[in-house]
């Protein structure tokens, strides 16, 4: 009985030290209120010195409106825009091609035209063979019905048989197509507001291009070209070639280095592509955007064919007042003829100076195609030999290097120098300079006989050295 006692007097105790502690809480609480009270009355009847923040939908009306592409599935407007669209009726098509090469043209000042010409290159350097595996399709982007329409009569007088058989196909964009291009405010900041809407527009004049040969899925491929190109022959089997030669996995093929030319993509990619260039149509050009779409593609550097197959020709832009004078130095160098017409006879061409396999010193000498290319720059007493297989009578020697569109790579310190006596197979030895390069060429006439001749040598009657090179292209 005792013991039972005691037991509820210690429950007893623990339940008024509980009560103790509830009620001394509380006075605290009530405190702490009263105190925040006094606070903040005492704060409201003062001036404040911080600024306050603003509201979120004072912030939103202040700031600048970011206009989405609206229409970017066109089939919720037109469920049958790709006909739509279509400005010649051409065959249905059931047979699905190798490659589609797609370009945009737009009205340029002064009546330009550049499409004839890129037409002609395109066809002209195509065998009737490539023709059963392409098609040309040409988006007429401006909304100028008379330009439209006699752009379309000029290319089927000039191409009927390719129109008519499919190979060529013209559509046009219209204007509800088009987010708004007006009054654009996410783009670079230097850029003038006609430049920005006509960025814009031809961001999203790619994307329509891009969604009708995804929608209409005419080829495996597709090759990116713009209205002012050139090409060279045997093109499409360039492109086969470097396609079969890839290894791994890959997104986007380059056989240009500059801008959005000849950008080759697999068709089913086409519309991730033109989903990104159209969600940031305002901000950049779809020639900075590629560069971004391809690492999220899990491709982590260009992929660039060199030489490159084709060649910007355009002067005159289709932005109103802008010159655009650009040109590919690969293709440039290697795919036009060479301007020196010497007879070169045959000869072993050395040079010390480390290159790529395919742009061998044997380019630099040679009278047909190619160029050489070192891996580096040239330092100081770098050379070219060139050994004779026999003895030559030479009267002129000239050595041209770089272009003149591409004036740091010719040669603008360095010596021409010959000799007849040979150290080894490979090589002579008091050699004697008979002249200097300036501005990126020597030329050498009535070069002078060599003193010590000697018919059974290795080396010729004169062996030209270039020497002291200071460039890295010859």
């Known amino acids: 009985m005792k013991k039972r006692k005691n ?3 210690t429950i007893l105790s623990l339940v008024t030290v509980m009560v103790v502690i509830v009620v001394f809480q509380t006075v605290l609480f009530v405190i702490q209120i009263q105190n925040n009270a006094q606070f903040y009355q005492n704060y409201n009847n003062k001036e404040s010195s911080i600024r306050p923040i603003t509201s979120t939908k004072e912030i939103i009306e202040r700031s600048p409106k970011r206009i989405l592409y ?6 919720n407007v037109n469920r049958n825009w790709t006909d739509t669209v279509s400005l010649i009726r051409s065959p249905k098509e059931t047979n699905r091609r190798y490659l589609t090469m797609g370009l945009v043209t737009a009205k340029r000042p002064q009546n330009t035209v550049y499409l004839y010409n890129t037409l002609k290159s395109l066809i002209t350097n195509a065998n009737r063979e490539d023709f059963r595996e392409i098609y040309i399709v040409i988006l007429l982007s401006d909304l100028d019905q008379e330009w439209r329409t006699n752009m379309t009569s000029e290319i089927v007088n000039r191409y ?10 013209i559509i046009g964009s219209f204007d509800w197509m088009y987010p708004s291009l007006t009054n654009l405010t996410h783009h670079r900041k230097w850029h003038s ?3 920005a809407t006509w960025k814009a527009k031809q961001n999203i004049d790619f994307v329509l291009l891009w969604l009708y040969v995804y929608k209409t899925k005419l080829s495996e491929f597709y090759l990116h070209l713009e209205d002012d190109v050139i090409t060279v022959g045997g093109y499409i089997k360039a492109m086969k070639n470097f396609i079969n030669d890839q290894k791994g996995e890959w997104t986007c093929l380059e056989f240009s280095e500059l801008g959005m030319i000849a950008k080759l993509y697999h ?3 086409l519309e991730a592509l033109a989903k990104m260039v159209a969600l940031f149509y305002q901000e950049q050009p779809a020639d900075n955007t590629y560069l971004h779409f391809n690492p999220q593609m899990l491709q982590f550097r260009r992929i660039i064919r060199k030489p490159t197959l084709f060649q910007h020709i355009g002067m005159t832009s289709s932005q109103w007042g802008h010159v655009q004078a650009l040109k590919d130095r690969f293709f440039v160098a290697n795919d036009q003829k060479k301007v020196l017409k010497g007879d070169n006879p045959p000869a072993k061409v050395f040079t010390s100076l480390r290159f790529l396999s395919k742009h061998s010193p044997e380019n630099a000498y040679n009278t ?4 050489f290319w070192s891996k580096s720059k040239a330092r100081k007493n770098d050379n070219f030999r060139i050994i004779f297989n026999k003895p030559q009578s030479i009267k002129r020697i000239v050595v041209n290097s770089g272009l003149d569109v591409f004036p740091e790579d010719k040669i603008y310190s360095g010596l021409l120098e010959i000799s007849s006596k040979s150290i080894n197979k490979n090589d002579c030895t008091d050699y004697k300079i008979i002249g200097q390069f300036v501005n990126g060429k020597v030329d050498v006439q009535n070069v002078p006989p060599s003193i010590k001749y000697n018919r059974h040598s290795l080396c010729s009657n004169t062996v030209p050295k270039v020497t002291k090179l200071l460039g890295d292209h010859s």
């Open 7 to 9: 037991i509820l007097q």
């Open 70 to 75: 609206p229409q970017f599935d066109l089939d």
């Open 160 to 169: 009927p048989q390719e129109v008519k058989n499919g190979t060529i196909k």
């Open 193 to 195: 507001e006609s430049k």
């Open 267 to 269: 068709t089913h990619d």
């Open 368 to 371: 047909s195609f190619g160029y």
